[in-house]
């Protein structure tokens, strides 16, 4: 059994409820810091709708391709290069978001989002995300990847987007951290 493979499924899940229950966590301690943002910057708010905006993307992406791989139909998982491999290693296996890159607009989050429709939408999406590897078999699980929304030419399995949205929700909390201190 691989750290990511469709055997980990729960563990990795496990780890992405706590990432967003973390999140949820410092979101609700104090609602005051939910519009608090540096000049320029999304707001603590802002940070948390990102993160659901993101997640809701790849748990539609799924249920597009869950019943290809319920029938049979889903094509192998394309190969690596060596730079998607990089990639890989250090944000999904590593579990290391480097900060500085710019977010494509369609993952930017609407301006000032409400903190309980925020909230609920990220649990959601967790709860999406669970539902279809429940729905499979390890081995299924294994098979189902989809292609990255956020760099075409490279592509996700689940146990891989699961982890790589944990590691990004906790990205975002320690930015929606450092800015509760100001």
Known sequence: MTKFGGGRFDAIM????????????????????WERSRPGKWSVGEHAAHVA?????????FGERLPRVLD???????????????????????????????TP?????????????????LRRQVDRHRAVGHL??????DRLWITSP??????????????AHAVHARHHLALMREMAKR
């Open 150 to 163: 956020f760099i075409t030419r490279w592509h996700y399995g689940l146990v891989e987007m699961v982890r």
């Open 14 to 33: 496990a780890e992405l409820d706590r990432a967003v229950d973390d999140l949820v966590a410092f979101a609700e301690a104090d609602h005051s810091r």
């Open 53 to 61: 905006v993101t997640m809701t993307v790849t748990a539609d992406a």
């Open 72 to 102: 049979g139909t889903i094509g192998p998982k394309p190969r690596r290069g060596p730079l998607e491999s990089l990639w890989v290693w250090l944000f999904v296996r590593r579990g290391v978001l480097p900060r500085g890159a710019r």
């Open 105 to 121: 607009r369609r993952f930017e989050p609407a301006p000032r989002p409400g903190l309980a429709e925020t909230l609920d939408r």
């Open 136 to 141: 499979l078999t390890t081995s299924q699980r």
